[in-house]
């Protein structure tokens, strides 16, 4: 059982660059998300979906792009990148029904440096 | 605004010390309090609490949350060295939508 897998694991774009970066669960989680965490600052959610189709944005969603076509997947896109979206990204995953506990799986995590 | 206020952000203590940690929030439409541990990749899952006053309990962790007066602690007895990481208060909103604070990075000395 894979859980929550994010690739790649490391980037470094030039400023101005687009790139992708991909999620994917095996646990049939109706409901998945992208983080990104800055030193000191904690998580901050980007954009999320709680479903096929439907997407919403976060907290900072300025500069990002989601789309969910599968429940599997759910891909952020940087469409232009900056040196302030130097950050490491985190996807995540969680179902949502009776007796869930909620419990939110993250992925392993994506490191991107924009210069 | 929503925000999730972790403290102290930093702490050092001898392997067998007790240590507690806080976590205030002022969040709208609060559904739970998560409290998670981050090593050097992805936060695990530590404790989920949704109701005031009901001590969750895990080995030599501990954790409380009182909603009347917005905050929640947590709690480890004899510290070891493997408890060194940093930990994250979040509270969820629902729907994949946690407001977490800044965490605190504990350090534990042999």
């Known amino acids: 059982n894979a859980g929550v897998t994010q690739t790649p694991k490391f980037q470094v774009l030039k400023t101005g660059q687009s790139m992708t970066l991909q999620c994917a669960q095996d646990?049939?989680?109706?409901?998945m998300s992208w983080y990104r965490q800055d030193p000191g600052m904690g998580l901050r959610l980007i954009h999320y979906s709680v479903g096929a189709g439907i997407t919403d944005q976060g907290e900072v969603p300025n500069g990002y792009n989601v789309s969910r076509s599968t429940t599997e997947d759910f891909p952020l896109r940087l469409l232009s990148a900056a040196p302030s979206q130097t950050s490491v990204y985190f996807c995540?995953?969680?179902?949502?029904?009776?007796?869930?506990?909620?419990?939110?799986?993250f992925g392993e995590g994506s490191w991107l440096t924009v210069v | 605004e929503d925000k999730v206020v972790q403290s102290p952000l930093s702490l050092v203590v001898h392997e067998g010390d007790t240590v507690t940690l806080n976590c205030s929030y002022e969040?709208?439409?609060?559904?739970?309090l998560l409290w998670y541990k981050q090593e050097k990749k992805a936060p695990t899952f530590l404790f989920m609490l949704t109701s005031s006053g009901i001590e969750k309990k895990s080995g030599r962790l501990s954790s409380i949350l009182d909603k009347k007066e917005l905050f929640s602690i947590l709690n480890i007895t004899a510290t070891q060295t493997g408890d060194s990481a940093v930990y994250l208060c979040?509270?969820?909103?629902?729907?994949?939508?946690?407001?977490f604070g800044q965490g605190t990075r504990l350090t534990i000395n042999p």
């Open positions: 995540a995953s969680s179902y949502s029904g009776p007796g869930a506990r909620n419990t939110i799986y």
């Open positions: 646990m049939n989680h109706e409901y």
């Open positions: 979040a509270v969820s909103q629902g729907a994949q939508k946690l407001v």
């Open positions: 969040v709208t439409n609060f559904r739970s």
